[in-house]
């Protein structure tokens, strides 16, 4: 492993796609990043985003402490993005935005990804959706709970934004940290809602 | 995100360094990614190799659904590489093979994976070492405690096989799981050693 110096301070396993950095301003990854970044600093909870899963295809070999990777490809992920431990409870999330006013495309998630969240709701860890309508700038947690609920009852392709309204927790804007999601998370665990 | 046919199958994120390749007959990790694939298969535990870390620089689109990365380097990851959830524990881990006989060399494992273990337990996680001295064939779990006690009460600069004879798990070879260390995880859940 190769660490060249001077890149390892730019994107690193941050990276998402490569369409993200043509956004300006913070977008729902990076401000989730802050926040996690946050929850580390006061040592409140451990949680992190996985890096983007890749397949390498081809690789150089410079010189004898040197590795690039010539040719590689995203892959589908196996599981959801953000994972980590608060209060002794595995936590495990996927996070969308979604550009529509009205409607969270299901066609954001793959369907193992669901299973995954699915899966660690049984096994007795805290998982969930956070979805940001961005154009409203509204913010919801989704517990696995509800998402399956409304996959259990409906053939629709999307969720509406009232059944956001209705079934799922809204996360206020703040400035640090930016996504306070563990704050319902902690309502989670009181077991309320 | 594009996934070009007939390329997710081989390598995708179990891909840990280019050398590993070279290797024949199984490794830890390979042996400790069909032991997590066995207990999500009998739905024991939801424990998952993170992705390797890659910081991406250069990047292709030759059509408009298809991206090729064309440069990229590997990075220093934050965490460890293994984390999931079993009875609702959450479990992280880093795994390492050691050729040498007599000891295993601390810098096998960068400074803040070991802080990153210590954070996990002190959040009361499960967090351990999982360590193979390959010519001899033994597999070792050695829970963070142990391996912070070792930290705190010598300057050297590898521990050595001793020290896990006397203070770590034996893991036996099993067909299947191969490496059955959550056999090891019920012990420690239970309190004993």
């Known amino acids: 492993m190769n660490y060249p110096n001077g890149l390892k301070k730019k994107t690193t396993n941050t990276f998402s796609t490569p369409v993200s950095h043509k956004n300006r301003g913070m ?5 989730l990043n802050n926040t ?7 040592d409140k909870a451990y949680i992190y985003k996985k890096p983007t899963p890749i397949q390498i295809t ?20 196996s599981t959801t ?28 998630i793959h369907p ?11 096994h007795k860890g805290i998982s969930f959706l956070i979805v940001r309508f961005t154009s409203l700038n509204e913010t919801y947690l989704l ?19 009232d059944y956001f309204k209705e079934n799922a927790y809204p996360i206020k804007d703040g400035y640090n940290p930016r996504v306070d999601y563990l704050k319902i998370v902690d309502q ?6």
């Open 143 to 161: 517990t696995t709970d509800k998402l399956t609920s409304f996959l259990d009852n409906n053939d629709r392709k999307s969720i509406p934004l």
């Open 58 to 77: 081809k690789v150089d070999y410079p010189s004898r402490d040197k590795t690039i990777i010539k040719e590689a490809f995203f892959t589908i992920p």
């Open 27 to 31: 977008n729902l990854e990076e401000e």
């Open 81 to 108: 993005d953000y994972n980590g431990i608060y209060k002794g409870y595995y936590i495990d999330f996927e996070a969308k935005e979604s550009k529509s006013n009205t409607s969270f495309a299901l066609s954001n």
């Open 36 to 42: 996690n970044q946050y929850y580390r600093d006061i």
């Open 188 to 193: 989670l665990i009181g077991g309320t809602k």
């Open 112 to 122: 193992h990804q669901i299973k995954h969240l699915q899966n660690i709701e049984r």
